[in-house]
């Protein structure tokens, strides 16, 4: 069975963290319903609903992709580049514990799993403003010895790796090649976004299916035309908090116990 963790929306979450956009005010009454929504059609996928309570204290907290990378072999608790993020992990390592054995990413690295993007047994990670070489390195400690190669990815303008970049189908990504460096993913079959659309390049796949923004029409006819199936979700309230569909969810198998 997949589980789908996700965490409530924080009533604090007007005071979110942002980098490469303006504050405007949050209606956070609607980022929670659109959240519900969010997860409706991850259960409509097929998905289990695992959620969290929100977490008062913090903000992001809702963002749980950043904290953590789950593999099928171990689940990787992150070491958030945002130290406003650090108080997020624990709980999450919390839940995380039954599934699978966890690492740790150490103090002084930091890692954002929005910079995690699993391409069969390649994780290609965004050298972004919250994710440091180091972090990268102890990355590859810990992984490595289950037979993951970590490849480095240089961004520019935008927030993770999977602001830019995100699999779409098997083999294929969708990609804004304005914001990262496309040569370490040579092989791979390349799906561009829209050019009016630069934030369309954060889709959530589920077995053949994504969940994606509805506000990128555009992008949209483009996977629509490529035969992949998409499920429209309205996060409008969630992308002025810096967020998209992958960051709200941490997607993983699990076997059923008995
Ligand atoms: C932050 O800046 O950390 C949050 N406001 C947004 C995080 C979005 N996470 C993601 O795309 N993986």
Redesign the pocket.
């Known amino acids: 069975m997949t589980l789908a963790l996700t965490r409530e929306v924080s009533p604090s979450f007007a005071s ?4 490469h956009l303006d504050r405007e005010p949050i209606d956070v009454a609607r980022a929670m319903l659109q959240h519900r929504r969010y997860e409706g059609c991850l259960v409509e996928l097929g998905c289990d609903l695992l959620r969290l309570p929100a977490e008062l204290a913090c903000p ?1 907290a809702v ?1 749980v ?2 904290c953590a990378v789950v593999l099928d072999e171990l689940a990787v608790i992150t070491r958030p580049g ?1 130290e406003s ?1 650090r108080g997020e992990t624990e709980s999450l390592a919390r839940a995380l514990r039954p599934f699978r054995p966890l690492g740790v990413v150490e103090a002084p690295s930091t890692l ?3 910079d995690v993007l699993r391409v069969g047994r390649t994780l290609f990670v965004g050298l972004s403003s919250r994710t440091s070489p180091d972090g990268v390195a102890a990355l590859e400690r810990l992984v490595g010895p289950f037979g993951y190669r970590v490849v480095g990815v240089t961004l520019d303008g935008c ?2 790796l ?2 830019a970049v995100t699999l779409v189908a098997e083999g294929t990504l969708l990609v804004n090649p304005r914001w990262i460096d496309l040569g370490p993913f040579g092989g791979l079959e390349r799906l561009e976004v829209d050019p009016a659309e630069p934030h369309a390049a ?1 889709a959530l796949r589920i077995g053949d299916a994504v969940v994606f923004p509805a506000a990128w029409e555009r992008t949209r006819r483009r996977l629509e035309q490529r035969g992949i199936e998409v499920c429209p979700v309205d996060v409008s309230e969630i992308a002025k ?4 569909v ?2 709200c969810s941490l997607v993983f198998d699990v076997t059923p116990a008995g």
């Open positions: 979110c963290e942002l980098t992001d963002f992709e950043d945002a993020r954002d799993g929005g927030l993770h999977k602001s954060n908090a810096e967020g998209g992958t960051c």
